[in-house]
Nanobody, 124 residues
Framework: QVQLVESGGGLVQSGGSLRLSCVVSGFSLDYAPIGWFRQAPGKEREGLACISGDGITRYYGDSVKGRFTISRGNARHTVYLQMNNLKADDAAVYYC?????????????????YGQGTQVTVSS
């Protein structure tokens, strides 16, 4: 059974940083692309980042390029999203998403499996 569990969200001041974690089970990250998307109230899902199974290819959405970094943990079942210089517009529920049968990175909003999400709130 594919499962993804996010953690690390919370309240942060504008300009601050957070690191989100995603622990996966039920499939191998050795080949599958995995990424993050977010959704704010009243807005559509927005793809943020994706990392390929081999860890070589990374994709970032325009709104987070240069501020967010996706990476895999030394424990192969963990993926992180380092978020720096957070802004009020970054407030949303953040989801980890995966394509266990896929190989190439693409917009993570298109992935079929995702977790329950973790809330990020940014105060000005």
């Amino acid at each position: 059974q594919v499962q993804l569990v996010e953690s690390g969200g919370g309240l942060v001041q504008s300009g601050g940083s957070l690191r989100l974690s995603c622990v996966v089970s039920g499939f191998s990250l050795d080949y599958a692309p995995i990424g993050w998307f977010r959704q704010a109230p009243g807005k559509e899902r927005e793809g943020l980042a994706c990392i390929s199974g081999d860890g070589i290819t990374r994709y970032y959405g325009d709104s987070v390029k240069g501020r967010f970094t996706i990476s895999r943990g030394n424990a192969r079942h963990t993926v992180y999203l380092q978020m720096n210089n957070l802004k009020a517009d970054d407030a949303a529920v953040y989801y980890c998403a995966a394509d266990p049968l896929g190989y190439r990175c693409r917009d993570p909003t298109e992935f079929n499996y995702y977790g329950q999400g973790t809330q990020v709130t940014v105060s000005s």
